[in-house]
């Protein structure tokens, strides 16, 4: 429908875990609200559930999730899990941070949609969940 | 300081100067139509005597070692001895990091640097279920004396100087390290080094935080009153501008935080009771070498003449070693790329140029990997020689504060210092820095989203990231903690759970609820509490009952 398509894309920033590096996050957000979408952060030490029942609250389409502490090969797919469980399977969830190449498709098959590292630029996240969403109509 | 007749002379030719350079750049223009420093503080084409026309050298120079200790802290600088080179380091279990230490000291590093995983700086054991995926990653996990024996095996606590980087559970592991120090034979008075223990940071941009305001502020100056009298040569707080930078403010901010900070812990202590000559010739602090190179020298020097001038006016304090601004700098980690990392290894040796040349008293240099990784220890060696090619081989070392005097640098640390003190002010304002923690980061918050859009229109460079990139490979040899450290930890906890005298575990803490609870020094307790393995997760969940936690305001 075409009113619905004017909605803008709503999107919850989260830190799960106990990383207290949220300059990124912030960054990010930022630029999403810049960038017209609706954003909410859900500031420091979020657990996975935390996470989800915000998701779910704050009816998002995307969660994009940040950890520099090397905790994210037991953060995000807990995420992903949680969102399954709640049938929430359409929402995108996309993560950035410090995260090894060799991590990379092990979060991939766990379900995140994409991995953004240091020196990501801003517009490149912001056309990614722009297409992806748009696909997901 | 300079012949006022000599002076209009000098205007006067820098007019016909400035005439001639319009010229010729209205033919040839510049490169950029302004050039400005990382605080947007504009740079001029030239600086001369004109600039520091009222420039008075006893008054806002001085020497090295006296007040406003603009020229340093000690009257020969680097000429009696070189900084002390200390890499931060940590990971996985104490035996891996015992080694790491060990291999450092036997490459020449003079001084150690603790970094602890985030289960153990937020005062949580390794079997927390918050600490699951945390355990050993980004520092050593510690859950009790019995890993503190472990991490120090072999290291003689009398012979090195040991920094920490925890905050909000500082007074325990200063415990432990006390009781690790007793039983290897050397008494706390003879013991050197550094606890972090500055939590107004963590609030602000760090995040470690566990207590509110009230009572960290309590354990605080608990620490300052017990070290003051029994461990005399620590430092007991290293008050931290580094994060506030690396969370992306500027070189002002990061001035201007860092000693707001510092005010509101001298001012909480002289409200506690302490005298601050007692306690503050042990007020250290640690800042952030960027990328901008005047910039961050003109900044160390303009900290140094700050803090001395509100030591001296606001607080009375009449001990030269009070006024003094002693700091460790880190170069900055949010310079490294991920792209062609192998340049990261110019960017920290400038870096490192730049706090030496700002006259710091300790340095740790970053690896070029540490965007990708935590650093192997190949490139910490090379992080470790990058410093001794600065203290040996390039005589940067060789005299006190060799850009003192310069127009430029005098220039911009007069501007730094004065763009410093409005910001306190404001600070002031709002009722000191515990009250101003949003203010602040929203601030940081401002300054990093502007960077941020710098580098993505390309006014800011960043080689490899949006100029001169090139296809390439990932490097090989990266570091990977061992993923079963965290059961290995849980393990060794459990037997220790097992193995130690419960009753008197149990009378401690009911002990600690009580004084807790009251108000005495808690530092006593404690010491006796780690010297009957009491846990730091135990410790930490008693004054969590006791005090309550910090609840964030997002402010985004």
Known sequence: ?137 | MFDQGKLAELQKQTKEYEEKLAAHTKKRPERQDRFVTDAGIEIKTLYTPADLSDFDYKRDLGFPGDYPFIRGVQNNMYRGRLWTMRQYAGFGSAEETNERFRYLLEQGQTGLSVAFDLPTQIGYNSDHPLAKGEVGKVGVAIDSLLDMETLFAGIPLDKVSTSMTINAPAAILLAMYIVLAEKQGVPQEKLNGTIQNDILKEYVARGTYIFPPGPSMRLITDIFAYCSKNVPNWNTISISGYHIREAGSTAVQEVAFTLADGIAYVQAAINAGLDVDEFAPRLSFFFNAHLNFFEEIAKFRAARRLWAKIMKERFGAKNPRSQMLRFHTQTAGCTLTAQQPQVNIMRVAFQALSAVLGGTQSLHTNSWDEALALPSEQSVLLALRTQQVIGYEIGAADTVDPLGGSYFIEKLTGEIEQRATAYIEKIDELGGAPEAIEYMQKEIQNSAYTYQKEIESGKKVVIGVNKFQMPEQRPAGLLKVDPAVAERQIVKLNRLKSERDNTRVEKILAELRRAAAADENLMPLFIAAVREYVTLGEICDVLREVFGEYKQNIVF
């Open chain 1, 1 to 137: 429908m075409s009113g619905q398509s004017e909605r803008p894309i709503r999107v919850l920033v989260a830190k799960p875990g106990l990383d207290g590096h949220d300059r990124g996050a912030k960054v990010i957000a930022q630029a999403l609200r810049d960038a017209g979408m609706e954003v909410i952060y859900t500031g420091l030490r979020q657990t996975p559930e935390q996470i989800v029942q915000a998701a779910l609250q704050e009816d998002v389409r995307v969660v994009a999730l940040s950890s520099l502490s090397g905790a994210h090969l037991h953060l995000f797919p807990a995420v992903v899990e949680g969102l399954r469980r709640e049938g929430a399977t359409d929402i995108l969830v996309l993560g950035g941070g410090i995260i090894p190449d060799e991590d990379i498709p092990v979060l991939k098959e766990a379900g995140i949609a994409e991995i953004f590292g240091p020196g990501t630029l801003t517009a490149t996240v912001i056309d990614f969940i722009k297409e992806k969403v748009a696909q997901r109509k």
